[in-house]
């Protein structure tokens, strides 16, 4: 058997931490079918909801050390949908999406504070449309058996993102204030 000497195997120890730590992060990963966003808007003061078809998200979360975790979330908004075509049709132009120039949405965490109870704010930057915002997201994690759902609700100013713009700036129309709801189920995060 070899024996190395101290401060080689310290270093050796450090590396195979270090990997394995890397392994545990590259397996998180989103489970599209058994996720969900929505957004929940209203239109002369009737809700209407709609979803994203398409998102994908990488993520690098320790629940016990929730400070070193990144979470990156983009979102193809060309997969919007009112669930009528009339309005589905509108959602692409300039006007509303502009799904020509910015096809994608995009979170980025520049922070995950841990409040206890599986709650959580992520704090980070959100992009719609060209314009970012710094944004903080209430998250709360629940498990059942190796699936972790990440879920929460964020309130964001439409017009502060430029989403309806000319006539459709009109809030007695369409209101500011948008919701949006998601669901985000994971695998291979460690138990909370």
Do not use: C
């Amino acid at each position: 058997m070899i024996s190395f000497p101290s401060p080689i195997r310290t270093i050796a120890v450090l590396i195979l931490a270090m990997a394995g730590a890397a392994l545990v992060h590259a397996e998180q990963k989103l489970l599209p079918a058994q996720s969900d966003i929505a957004f929940v808007s209203k239109q002369m003061g009737v809700a209407m909801e709609g979803h994203f078809k398409k998102f994908d998200a990488q993520i690098a979360f320790d629940p016990a050390k929730p400070e070193t975790g990144k979470i990156a979330l983009s979102i193809d908004i060309a997969s919007a949908t009112l669930g009528a075509p009339e309005m589905d049709g509108e959602l692409p132009k300039a006007t509303w999406f502009n799904t020509a120039k910015f096809p994608q949405a995009t979170f980025q965490s520049t922070a995950i504070k841990g409040l206890g109870g599986g709650k959580f704010e992520v704090s980070g930057k959100l992009a719609i449309k060209g314009s970012v915002r710094d944004t903080t997201v209430p998250v709360t994690l629940a498990q059942s058996g190796a699936i972790t759902t990440a879920s929460g609700v964020l309130t964001i100013k439409r017009l502060a993102f430029k989403i309806g713009e000319n006539e459709w700036a009109d809030t007695s129309a369409v209101a500011d204030d948008v919701q949006i709801k998601f669901k985000l189920a994971l695998s291979g995060v460690g138990k909370l």
